[in-house]
Nanobody
Framework: QVQLAESGGGWVQPGGSLRLSCAAS???????MGWYRQAPGKQRELVAT???????NYADSVKGRFTASRDITKNTVLLQMNSLKPEDTAVYYCNAVTANWPRQNYWGQGTQVTVSS
């Protein structure tokens, strides 16, 4: 199976920045790659996704602060997070969806992002 490896998580003060990286273990065609997050006691929610054509979709809570980008050739996706807030604290998961049928969702193991003073 495809494995997704995330990196870049850590602790940062409010207003700071972090960049998350995700790389697929194998070459594959993904209709979508992106990021989800889950805070303690909360359900997992979409953060940002990037489709094959490069079009992006962001959660309202991160628009203007986060930027997702994708390198289709390398099967990688980045998440640049600026102006971080304590509310952004969560485990961030990389996600990829295969183009072939049946569609398959792949998930990374998650990387912790903590925003606090």
């Amino acid at each position: 199976q495809v494995q997704l490896a995330e990196s870049g998580g850590g602790w940062v003060q409010p207003g700071g920045s972090l960049r998350l990286s995700c790389a697929a273990s194998q070459m594959a065609t993904f209709v979508s790659m992106g990021w989800y997050r889950q805070a303690p006691g909360k359900q997992r929610e979409l953060v940002a996704t990037v489709a094959m054509a490069g079009n992006t979709n962001y959660a309202d809570s991160v628009k203007g602060r986060f930027t997702a980008s994708r390198d289709i050739t390398k099967n990688t996706v980045l998440l640049q997070m600026n102006s971080l807030k304590p509310e952004d604290t969560a485990v961030y998961y990389c996600n990829a969806v295969t183009a072939n049928w049946p569609r398959q969702n792949y998930w990374g193991q998650g990387t912790q992002v903590t925003v606090s003073s």
